[in-house]
């Protein structure tokens, strides 16, 4: 997994919340039907906002049992890294490199069936926009895993604002739990 890409090294570091997002979605029974947990179907899309090096979802594209596509985004100067770690890696699940710009236009129509993301917590002034932005990719239906680690006080804000639109449930059943507890990321 490249972090640095190109002539003027766009740099992309893995955050603490990220390893710990990948681990979630490698565990057995993450995306199996149990536990409130969900079952990909044929067709259905992944969208990781945020995705930096592509960590989580590529780590996703390489778990999944079914044809469907994962959408990898972030902003412009980052998308030539999130190619080059798509083609390092040759995940079998069809996945692409996005331009996403947070409080920007969603993509029109494109609801993904998950949404992916993983220390994005990280800059207070980004909140409302992120916010914005996972209430024009999610309906109902659409499940979203987040991480992230709590490094200021401000970070809990932007999960007080999220409980406050969306129904929010800790992940408690995951095996390393106590030990991604302990260094305050949350899942």
Not at 111 to 138: G, K, R
Request: hydrophobic share 40%; with cysteine; proline share 8%.
């Amino acid at each position: 997994m490249a972090r640095r890409y190109g002539p003027r090294q766009v740099f992309a570091p893995v955050q603490d919340g990220g390893p710990e997002g990948q681990d979630h979605v490698r565990t057995p029974g993450c995306l199996q039907q149990s536990k409130g947990k969900i079952s990909l179907t044929y067709n259905d899309d992944s969208l990781e906002l945020g995705a930096g090096s592509g960590l989580v979802g590529l780590a996703l594209s390489l778990h999944l049992l079914r044809p469907s596509h994962i959408h990898l985004t972030d902003l412009p100067t980052i998308v030539p890294l999130l190619s080059h770690n798509i083609a390092l890696n040759s995940p079998a699940t069809p996945t692409t490199a996005d331009i996403l710009e947070w409080g920007g236009c969603a993509p029109r129509g494109f609801l993904p069936d998950i949404l992916l993301a993983a220390d994005c917590v990280y800059f207070e002034p980004a909140f409302p926009l992120l916010l914005q932005t996972m209430q024009e990719l999610m309906r109902p239906e659409t499940v979203c895993y987040f991480c992230f680690k709590k490094r200021r006080s401000a970070d809990m804000r932007f999960v007080k604002m999220i409980r406050k639109t969306f129904d929010v449930k800790a992940v408690q059943d995951d095996p390393d739990d106590k030990v991604w507890g302990r260094e305050g990321v949350h899942l």
